[in-house]
């Protein structure tokens, strides 16, 4: 063989080696990245269950300093959290030192503070359980079990990007009337034997009051973030018009991811798969409301997309509106973190583990079995719409790495 000849063939080798090793690596992080998936997936089927209980580990903080602690830029709250019972139990029995109208909004929410300083936005009940709520998908009043249902959802989904969320009764006679300022005790009125309350926002009337039974009224509570984490609102860009016969532009064109993919800041970092992320969350709830987002100020698109006000889910369990999952398949890209976590939760996996994880909230049960048995349905579309995807445009582009090492310390 003459030495022109030996010195290609040594040149191919050398080229199938280093492909060789670079697709054994690249095989073997995916391993271990898909390895610890499914071992976090694990940790969390194992701390579904929380249990309201008193008891802090670390006896010189309190609750509210704790939960406090656990907030930073990509997470509300870590993966192990051993005091969430006792963050959630203070919630839902700290004794209540204010109460006021809710923030600006559309819909009737009540701001409480207390004992310690902390405040929640308290959601009142408006609907039973079993009342299927009609028309467009973002029709009627916020659910508060949604609230409740949604939280733990994220747990499940390994998001953590949801403020923590427990249900509670509270005598409005009691506990809200002595503390109430003048704003909100205006609005407190009487209907029949039932204390009632219409609040101040857009949607507020004094002929549509949330009432009690009789003094004591079921809601949920949202744990306020902590003030030096003051957030940004963002327009969504798959937000809808809210006006008949006007349609948004993702609504028509075929290409409008590619359009959002130049603009800040969908155009590099995490942002716009933490939009598909939240498409998914979306979906799977029924949530077609979000037309803004919230994340921490000044972040440059770094920080999560923070799943606040899940009120608008869980309405009809029989409407499946995909629309909502528009950022999904007209993008087609997802994180693999999220698409194996979904995969593990096929089967009735997320039925069952929604149930578990709710079980010991006040308000259980707080969905009834339609919406839970939606769930699962719902799933089966996500990962039939990422298959579509897959099979147009292939897994390698289709399936997007995105993880971050996080520290709360």
Not at 100 to 123: M, N, P, R, W
Not at 188 to 213: I, M, Q, S, W
Not at 226 to 255: C, F, I, N
Not at 362 to 376: E, G, K, M, N, T
Request: one cysteine or more; a neutral charge; glycine letters at 6%.
């Amino acid at each position: 063989m003459k030495l022109k000849q030996r010195v290609v063939l040594l040149a191919i080798l050398l080229v199938i080696f280093i492909f060789t090793k670079v697709f054994l690596i690249d095989n073997l992080d995916t391993s271990a990245a898909n390895r610890e998936d499914q071992r976090a997936f694990h940790r969390m089927l194992a701390s579904l269950r929380v249990e309201l209980d008193p008891r802090l580990e670390h006896t010189l903080q309190s609750p509210w300093e704790i939960a406090a602690q656990w907030v930073v830029p990509r997470e509300v709250y870590p993966e192990d959290t051993p005091e969430l019972g006792a963050v959630m139990h203070a919630m839902t029995t700290k004794k209540i030192i204010k109460a006021d109208v809710g923030y600006k909004g559309t819909q009737l929410k009540a701001l409480l503070i207390l004992e310690g300083g902390q405040k929640v936005v308290f959601k009142p009940k408006r609907y039973a359980r079993d009342y299927v709520v009609e028309g467009e998908p973002y029709a009627g009043y916020d659910r508060h079990n949604a609230e409740v249902a949604a939280f733990h959802l994220d747990r499940i989904l390994g998001f953590r990007r949801a403020p923590l969320v427990v249900g509670r009764f509270v005598n409005l006679r009691t506990e809200i009337k002595p503390v109430a300022t003048e704003q909100l005790l205006g609005t407190f009125l009487t209907v029949g034997n039932n204390t009632c309350f219409y609040g101040k926002c857009y949607y507020c009337r004094e002929t549509e009051p949330a009432c009690a039974d009789g003094d004591v009224m079921e809601g949920s509570v949202t744990l306020w973030l902590p003030d030096v984490w003051p957030l940004q609102k963002h327009r969504h860009p798959w937000g809808r018009t809210y006006r008949e016969g006007k349609l948004a532009r993702w609504e028509y064109d075929e290409s409008y991811c590619d359009a959002v993919k130049k603009t800040s800041p969908y155009d590099s970092g995490p942002r716009l798969l933490d939009i598909i992320d939240t498409a998914i969350f979306d979906y799977l709830i029924g949530n077609a409301d979000r037309h803004h987002y919230e994340s921490f100020q000044d972040d440059e698109g770094a920080s999560m997309l923070i799943l606040l006000d899940n009120a608008k889910s869980f309405g009809n369990p029989a409407l499946d509106e995909r629309s909502i999952l528009a950022p999904l398949y007209q993008c087609c890209i997802i994180r693999v973190s999220t698409w194996n976590r979904l995969n593990y939760l096929k089967n009735g996996v997320l039925k069952s583990a929604l149930r578990t994880a709710m079980s010991h909230d006040p308000i259980s049960p707080v969905l009834s079995d339609p919406h839970l048995d939606a769930l699962d349905q719902r799933l089966l579309s996500i990962l039939a719409t990422v298959k579509q995807c897959t099979d147009q445009f292939g897994p390698d582009v289709v399936l997007v790495e995105d993880r971050m090492t996080l520290s709360h310390l």
